[in-house]
């Protein structure tokens, strides 16, 4: 392959350019897409806790009757469970910033035609609307035009591509309704711990799903190139 600094050939046994030193593209893609994979992972894993704990804290609300509930004790219990969850939305537009870069990368780098010009890799996050069915789309045709795919492959890509995208927005409403819940009576907390679930569990499968997503698309072209 062709070194991006200076041109020359790059063999595929070797990491760097003979010519000027530079580390072949091929290296550099796997290590954003590595640092992107262990990234999710972790995002994935703090959705996960969260999760279990609030289901935890669930169990002494089903035993509590209305003489016995204590609403001030509950707002206390649940307030650092929306701490929680802002965290987790600042560690997700971190790692959105990088899943962007490799995605630029990826998208560049897989065979076209292209449906939509490679601005839109940036452009279909950031506007209204078009990023609600945009950027799952463009995943997808990375994906299936990176290698070469049966019909029953591509139709089991699209299921993961759509269920990654549906945990995400699922994941985001939930999240936003129970930091904007309330727990002044017994059912309205226990609605929103159960809500709480429903969106540490919708962000959890979103990372797993975009783990594969990204794992596939870097095992493919990095393949490609070698």
């Not at 560049?108 to 078009?130: A, D, E, I, K, N």
């Amino acid at each position: 392959m062709p070194c991006a600094l200076c041109g020359d050939i790059i063999p595929t046994e070797v990491a760097r350019c003979p010519a000027c030193g530079a580390w072949a593209r091929r290296r550099d893609f796997r290590a954003v897409g590595v640092a992107l994979f262990m990234l999710l992972g972790f995002n994935a894993f703090i959705a996960l806790g969260a999760g279990i704990s609030l289901m935890r804290l669930g169990d002494p609300l089903r035993g509590a009757t209305h003489d016995t509930y204590d609403p001030e004790a509950t707002g206390r219990v649940i307030a650092p469970y929306a701490d929680v969850f802002t965290i987790g939305a600042v560690l997700a537009a971190i790692t959105g910033l990088l899943y962007v870069g490799w995605f630029w990368r990826a998208y560049g780098q897989s065979p076209g035609p292209h449906r939509h010009h490679r601005g839109w890799v940036v452009l279909g996050w950031l506007l209204p609307v078009v990023n609600l069915w945009l950027p799952p789309r463009m995943v997808y045709e990375v994906w299936v035009n990176s290698g070469r795919y049966r019909t029953a492959e591509r139709q089991l890509a699209g299921l993961v591509v759509a269920g990654w995208w549906t945990f995400v927005l699922f994941g985001v409403l939930l999240a936003h309704v129970f930091t904007h819940g309330s727990v002044a009576t017994l059912a309205d907390a226990r609605f929103d711990v159960h809500v709480g679930v429903a969106a540490a569990a919708c962000q959890a499968l979103a990372a797993a799903l975009c783990m594969v997503t990204v794992f596939q698309i870097t095992r493919i072209q990095i393949g490609r190139e070698a």
